[in-house]
């Protein structure tokens, strides 16, 4: 939403596909639409949704070649939402004249660790980031105070929900797995809201016991 009300204020037209249309984007006055429309329709397209096996490589070749000339892409999502090999080729041509990304499908070596002295590997990522109009960032998003409240609240409601009915909220359902209760981290304590932070703390002390 935050998004979507920067935009607005740029007087830009919004467009938006969405299984589940939101009402509050509506009230913004978002019109939706099906992909190739968002695709043939839009100057800036950015990227807010989870990753699952019906999106991967939601931007493809053929969603590239259904774009205006020069569209800018943000993702700030997930980066396997992105093919990487043909982001380059899109590049190339000049089909994507800015691409601006927080995430990347192959990021767990790169991202969180200093590669100031290495050489990196990722021959697709050097590519990328050779480009004069390509703009990374280290997943810099999963840092913000609103995610860490965000990951900190849902971990905190699942060890509480836990204690009380012995299930979690957010478990996925595999036959077999057992998932350790996790650790919170004392930088997440510190933004925890009281009444979440006072549950957690009964619940270490009765498992202590």
């Excluded at 984007?25 to 099906?34: H, I, N, Q, R, T």
Aim: proline share 5%; aromatic share 6%; charged share 20%.
């Amino acid at each position: 939403m935050a998004m979507l009300r920067i935009l607005k204020g740029f007087g830009m037209r919004l467009l938006a596909f969405d299984p589940y249309p939101s009402a509050a984007a509506l009230e913004l006055g978002v019109e939706y639409v099906d992909l190739p429309t968002l695709f043939s329709e839009s100057d800036v397209i950015s990227l807010h949704c989870p990753l699952t096996p019906e999106n991967y490589h939601l931007l493809n070749e053929a969603a590239f070649d259904q774009m205006k000339n020069g569209v800018m892409i943000v993702n700030t999502s997930r980066g396997a939402l992105i093919d990487s090999q043909a982001a380059i080729e899109a590049l190339k041509n000049q089909k994507i004249g800015s691409l601006g990304m927080d995430v990347y499908e192959n990021e767990r070596d790169l991202f969180f660790e200093d590669k100031s002295n290495d050489v990196i590997q990722d021959d697709v990522f050097r590519r990328l980031s050779a480009c004069h109009n390509v703009l990374f960032t280290g997943h810099q998003a999963f840092l913000t105070a609103e995610a860490l409240t965000s990951i900190s609240q849902t971990t905190l409601q699942n060890l509480i929900s836990q204690q009380q009915s012995g299930k979690r909220r957010n478990l996925p359902e595999r036959t077999g797995l057992i998932l350790p209760l996790p650790c919170i981290p004392g930088e997440l304590i510190q933004i925890i809201p009281k009444d979440l932070s006072s549950s957690i703390l009964k619940i270490v002390l009765n498992q202590k016991q």
